[in-house]
């Protein structure tokens, strides 16, 4: 089992930035891609984006691709989000998660971190 927790969230005007943050612990190296979902009010839960062990392999959800960057730590056990160019859309609660590659379904979630977009 793979514990997450997440920081970083919060309010940010449209246009602006925002990096989450995710430092894993317990059996990290069962689950060794990590990456990002999101929760909008009144939505289900969607991809946003993964990145493998060794970072070679990234992928992005069609929304994102262009404004937001996955990129990892293993030293700090820790995956980030950086996003910019925000829009009200964006806002979402956001889950880290990890799993067995960068196209697989999750093996943990983390509790989210709330970020809103908003002026």
């Known amino acids: 089992q793979v514990q997450l927790v997440e920081s970083g969230g919060g309010l940010v005007q449209p246009g602006g930035s925002l990096t989450l943050a995710c430092v894993a612990s317990?059996?990290?190296?069962?689950?060794?891609?990590m990456g990002w979902s999101r929760q909008a009010p009144g939505k289900e839960r969607e991809f946003v984006a993964a990145?493998?062990?060794?970072?070679?392999?990234?992928r992005y959800a069609e929304s994102v691709k262009g404004r937001f960057t996955i990129s990892r730590d293993n030293a700090k056990n820790t995956v980030y989000l950086q996003m910019k160019s925000l829009t009200p859309e964006d806002t979402a609660v956001y889950y880290c998660?990890?799993?067995?590659?960068?196209?697989?379904?999750?093996?943990?979630w983390g509790q989210g971190t709330q970020v809103t977009v908003s002026s």
């Open positions: 990145i493998s062990w060794t970072a070679l392999s990234k």
């Open positions: 998660t990890a799993g067995q590659s960068v196209t697989d379904q999750p093996d943990s």
């Open positions: 317990g059996r990290t190296f069962s689950s060794p891609a």
